[in-house]
């Protein structure tokens, strides 16, 4: 009985998950903001990856992140904020 006991907040733990695999979403100034660029990476292997820094409507420096994927099309990996100053 004292194994159930112990076991049961594990067992209803296992059933929860969060989804860490939420993708980014464009923002203005985004390569890929309007869709993807219509020109395509034809010299770049699949894999290659691609940054973008802009600064956004409130004035913070932001860098992209992209990889290339095998359809030639980019995917929004990360997005960071980045201090304009050391």
């Known amino acids: 009985m004292k194994i159930w006991i112990a076991l049961l907040p594990i067992a209803l733990l296992a059933g929860c998950s969060t989804d860490n695999t939420a993708e980014l979403q464009p923002i203005p100034g985004s390569i890929t903001y309007h ?30 992140t992209y990889i290339l994927q095998p359809d030639r099309t980019l995917k929004l990996t990360r997005r960071e904020v980045v201090p304009d100053f050391p």
Do not use: A, I, M
């Open 35 to 64: 869709g993807q660029p219509r020109t395509k990476l034809t010299r770049s292997p699949p894999g290659s990856v691609v940054y973008n820094s802009f600064y956004d409507s409130t004035g913070s420096k932001l860098r992209e």
